[in-house]
């Protein structure tokens, strides 16, 4: 986990004003210091400066150690859908995204999104590729007509949620592997007035299973339902004390019974 101090220390040197460090640096979330390296954090908030044009969209991709893996960061005006938006044109040019994080600064009305985007088949993408997805995320991001995936909702699906602090909720998804998955939760939180602060998913190749946190009210029926394409049952815990004690509700989209939820694991493919 990288630390305030250890960002700023990098980012001194710059022609970053201090001022607009420290901005930036008080306005992170935790779950933004945690994803990376101070290094690949310092990197990512240097495209924030100099200040946006009003139609302009910043973005950096870099390789990862696997060839059909890479980390895109994205700096853009703050509104909300901006995770659905990148979802739908990475899904659209055939990209999963197995992990994302976000920092925003309202008063800056800046918005800065990290995300680890693989080829489900192990296909390279060259320059002439990331352009295409360039166009095409400038297009979404500024609100003009983004471009959807091709997502079926199927079953079986589990949501469980559990409250965190500030108004927050963790959120656990198990659903059937498939490009598109992520946009197509991330419209059904921004259709609800929902944030998704962070997220990671994983897969084996038939299941992806996701964490998120996300700020708002998170209600698990709906978006089972919305995401298996068939009606939600809820899993009926035994008493109203363990139900207390978990804090969290499970709704579950084509399944009799309560999926456990288990810790992430998988080969490094993802929706």
């Known amino acids: ?44 908030l240097a495209l924030c400066h100099p200040t946006l044009y009003p139609d302009e969209v910043r ?8 060839r059909a893996a890479w980390r895109l960061t994205v700096v853009t005006r703050d509104r909300p859908g901006l995770l659905a938006a990148t979802a739908g044109v990475l899904g659209f040019h055939g990209l ?5 994080s976000a920092a ?11 995300v680890l985007a693989i080829d489900p088949d192990g296909r390279e993408r060259f320059d002439s590729d990331w ?3 360039g166009k095409s995320l400038r297009v979404a991001l500024l609100g003009g007509h983004p471009v959807e995936p091709d997502f079926a909702p199927a079953p079986p699906v589990a949501v469980r949620a559990t409250p965190h602090e500030q108004g927050r909720s963790i959120v656990s998804i198990e659903a059937p592997d498939q490009i598109g998955l992520l946009w197509a939760i991330a ?22 299973k996701g964490t998120l946190l996300v700020v708002g009210d998170v209600d698990c029926g709906p978006l089972a339902s919305s995401i298996g394409g068939v009606p939600a049952l809820p899993w009926r815990l035994p008493n109203a004390a363990l139900k207390a004690a978990v ?9 009799g019974a309560g999926l456990a939820v288990r810790a992430l694991r998988g080969r490094h493919r993802a929706s």
């Open 1 to 44: 986990m990288a630390t305030p101090s250890e960002v700023r220390d990098l980012l001194a040197p710059t022609t970053l004003p201090a001022q607009l460090i420290d901005q930036l640096l008080a306005g992170a979330s935790i779950t933004w210091l945690m994803s990376e390296s101070s290094e690949v954090l310092a990197g990512d």
């Open 59 to 66: 973005a950096s991709v870099k390789p990862t150690t696997d």
């Open 96 to 100: 999963s995204l197995t992990s994302a």
């Open 104 to 114: 925003t600064w309202p008063e800056l009305e800046l918005a800065l999104q990290c």
């Open 131 to 133: 352009d295409e997805v």
């Open 187 to 208: 419209r059904w939180f921004e259709s609800r007035g929902c944030n998704i602060e962070a997220t990671h998913m994983e897969t084996d190749g038939r299941t992806a």
């Open 247 to 255: 804090q969290g509700a499970v709704a579950v989209a084509g399944v």
